[in-house]
């Protein structure tokens, strides 16, 4: 198979998958009946996910969880989750419980400001430049207005125009700086059709402009494209309670707040621990992001970035202890929205929205910092206290019980017995060939 396929989009599903099958999956009898068997038997539901993308042949399920017993700004909430890793929803309600016998979680959107850039290549003087961009500014507005019309009527729409000079960096590169305040809307489309659209307009009148004539250097539009990162787009979620109150039959109160701070400061310090802590708190987000129809890559990328600001890698979560009183908090960007793209379009993200009680994208911020800072504290207090491989690996059981197509009956036989012993792939495995023999 070395010779590229052309006009494959053109082909039709059933032409794609018999392509499929020829070249790659030759070894694989039931290659096309696997990719038919998650097709849904609803045919205008299958073809509204065949539509999402370009090529599709099949549906890739993920399970759909619930977490339970969220108290957020006193408001109790069940978060809905899309996630393959076995401990995440049982660890994100564990944590909810907690927090709801102790007060529930507070969050607060602090900024929504969004952005974008259109990078230029100028090599000229650069106070021609600058003066030729506050004369073009209200230009450049105007040129957006029919984009940004209904954004304006519902409050929205572009906020500020500025020139930022980076040519100390990188020869010859200034850009202007975008923002916007995008309303439930994530945004993305809207932002890049007005920077694209100034873009244009830029570009137009700076050919036209007298002083780069003379000087006969004009700026050139290399690209125009929103920023995923946002950190004016902030929320931030908080948990507190008396030390007292976190002492259980398992650990004193006042060792536990001060093992739990000092692995948040290990995380604010040491790169290698900050990713994998940051990981977790990503385990609860990205689930809630996925379960609304948001666009997770973007999420990802612009918290990572934020992790990094000042110039190291570290902890997004932060918590202290002063006097009797232990609080642990979160503060991250997020750029989300209620309304446009899949949020309106897939069946079981329309559902996640009713579930959350149809939230606007500020009271969704705040849903989805706080499912972050859950699952962060889930994962560190288990880190700190019994270690994490025992709740993961009791979840994980039916995985591997399953991958060893155990009966239902064999699965019960082994929840009774590995509730009193280690869970490890060998263990399973030796319980299940004794179970057969
Ligand atoms: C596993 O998915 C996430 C954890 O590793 C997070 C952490 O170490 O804090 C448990």
Redesign the pocket.
Known sequence: MNQPVSGFSKKTKAEKIEWLAENYLQNNPNSIQILKDYWNEDASLQQLHDDFIENTLSNYYLPFGIAPNFLINKKLYALPMVIE?S??VAAASNAAKFWFERGGFKAEVISTDKNGQIHLNFYGKEKSLETFFEEIKPKLRESIQSIEKNMKARGGGLLELSLVDKSHILEGYFYIHATFETLDAMGANFINSCLEKMAQVFENEARNSEVFQKENTFPEVVMSILSNYVPECLVRAEVSCKIDELTTKHHDGKQFAEKFVRAIEI?KTETR?AV??N???M?GIDAVVLATGNDFRAVEAGVHAYAAKNNYYGSLTHAKIEGDTFTFWIELPLAIGTIGGLTSLHPLTKLAFEILQKPNAKELMKIIAVAGLA??FA??R??VTTG?QKG?MKMHLMNIMNQMQATKDEKNKALVYFKENAISHSSVEAFLKELRS
Request: hydrophobic share 35%.
């Open positions: 890793e401990s995440v995380a621990r994998t802590h990981k977790g708190i385990n699952q962060n994962a560190v288990s880190l994490i993961h």
